[in-house]
């Protein structure tokens, strides 16, 4: 009997750092995925915070703007079309 309890002292001095990895295996991957998805939602909600500051810093509305052609300048190169206008379209369209 007495050999029996000496084989388990033994036995359980020589555990090593692969023992302790083994027996606690479970832990270590839990505490492996909390730490990535604390990393992460942690970087998705600064990313989140910065696109609606940046969102809310700029105007995202539609509008008119009119100036006047007294205080615009005139184009320095106009394109014409190759096909010009039919001059009967445009007259019967201008009686209208």
Same mark, same amino acid.
């Given at each position: 009997?007495?050999?029996? =309890?000496?084989?388990?002292?033994?036995?359980?001095?020589?555990?090593?750092? !692969?023992?302790?990895? /083994? +027996?606690?295996?479970? @832990?270590?991957?839990?505490?492996?995925?909390?730490?990535?998805?604390?990393?992460? =939602?942690?970087?998705?909600?600064?990313?989140?915070?910065?696109?609606?500051? !940046?969102?809310?810093? /700029? +105007?995202?509305?539609? @509008?008119?703007?009119?100036?006047?052609?007294?205080?615009?300048?005139?184009?320095?190169?106009?394109?014409?079309?190759?096909?010009?206008?039919?001059?009967?379209?445009?007259?019967?369209?201008?009686?209208?």
């Amino acid at each position: 009997m007495e050999t029996r =309890s000496l084989r388990a002292k033994n036995a359980s001095a020589k555990t090593g750092p !692969k023992d302790f990895v /083994k +027996r606690h295996l479970v @832990g270590i991957k839990r505490v492996q995925y909390t730490v990535i998805i604390v990393l992460c =939602s942690g970087f998705l909600t600064v990313q989140c915070v910065e696109c609606i500051n !940046k969102f809310l810093a /700029k +105007r995202t509305a539609t @509008g008119d703007y009119y100036v006047h052609t007294s205080r615009t300048s005139f184009p320095v190169l106009t394109i014409c079309p190759t096909h010009p206008y039919r001059l009967d379209v445009l007259q019967v369209c201008m009686t209208k």
